[in-house]
Nanobody
Framework: QVQLVESGGGLVQAGGSLRLSCAAS????????MGWFRQAPGKEREFVAA????????KYADSVKGRVTISRDNAKNTVYLQMNSLKPEDTAVYYC?????????????????WGQGTQVTVSS
């Protein structure tokens, strides 16, 4: 069982930066692939970024590539999402998620555990 708690969301102007954190409980954190998804009002939840259990590989959605970096610290049971050059279209609730496999990383069904989400609002 893994419990995930996101933090770091907030209101930021376009062009600004935010760093989201996701703290995980449980001793098995280091065995899980981790991901970030987001959901804007009236839209489907969409993939943002993923990272392997050991941080060796990362993947990004085309919409955020070059502006976002996912990383993890297994000693702290934490995964991060550094977001730069934020745009109004990045406004959404951001969710942290954990799953046993990395192979099908963009698929929501890949992941077993989800956090409660943190709101990111980017003003123009």
């Amino acid at each position: 069982q893994v419990q995930l708690v996101e933090s770091g969301g907030g209101l930021v102007q376009a062009g600004g930066s935010l760093r989201l954190s996701c703290a995980a409980s449980g001793r098995t954190f280091s065995t899980y692939a981790m991901g970030w998804f987001r959901q804007a009002p009236g839209k489907e939840r969409e993939f943002v970024a993923a990272i392997t259990y050991n941080g060796a590989s990362t993947k990004y959605a085309d919409s955020v590539k070059g502006r976002v970096t996912i990383s993890r610290d297994n000693a702290k049971n934490t995964v991060y999402l550094q977001m730069n050059s934020l745009k109004p279209e990045d406004t959404a609730v951001y969710y942290c998620t954990a799953g046993p496999n990395y192979n099908n990383y963009p698929a929501k069904s890949q992941y077993d555990y989800w956090g409660q989400g943190t709101q990111v609002t980017v003003s123009s």
